[in-house]
Every structure is written in C-alpha cells, then in structure tokens.
C-alpha cells in the first residue's frame, strides 16, 4: 500500500464519522430495548452503562459540532465500549454480532 492511500486510512472523515455515528446509535437504540431486568441490581447496572455510552455519544456530537473530529471518533469509540462491555456481561439481552462483540444464539 503507498503513503498516500495510508494517509487516506488513518483520516477521520466526514463519511467515516457518520459511518460510526450510525452504528453506535444503533447499537445504544438496541441495548436500551434489551436491557435484564431480572433483578433490580442488574437492570441499574444496565442503566448505569447506558448513561455512560449516552454521555460519551453525547460528547462525540459536541466535538463534531466544533470540527473536532478526533475527540468526536475518540469518544464514539468510548461510546461504543460502554455498549459492548455490558453486552459482554449479559446487562442487555443483545445477539447481534454486528453491533456487539457477542456470539448469536
């Protein structure tokens, strides 16, 4: 691969940010419809990781909107581990291996 087309890759573009805004809102509209609620312990627990990858998802539409598009991308990343480490511990009910670092069932 040249230079140039790795400097392309490693370019966080417009495209690219809408890319990853559309899948993690995704992934946070699907984990905030699947949360356990089998006992109140886990479903704050779910909550709890909800209101961080909203805070973080939040912050990255903050920073897109100033041209920051690296905290913007850092923060969507963020975001985006809430989601998946409550997955990861069966906080949400998810069996999306697109959205998720989870198997199907």
Known sequence: M????R????????EKLTKYFLITGEALAKATAAVDTSSPTREAQARDFLDMAQR???DAQHFKSRGDYINAFAALNY???WLDAGARSRLFEVHDSRLFTVDEE
């Open 79 to 81: 975001a985006h581990g």
């Open 56 to 58: 973080y998802h939040d």
């Open 2 to 5: 040249g230079e140039e087309n």
């Open 7 to 14: 400097r392309k890759q490693d370019l966080i573009t417009d």
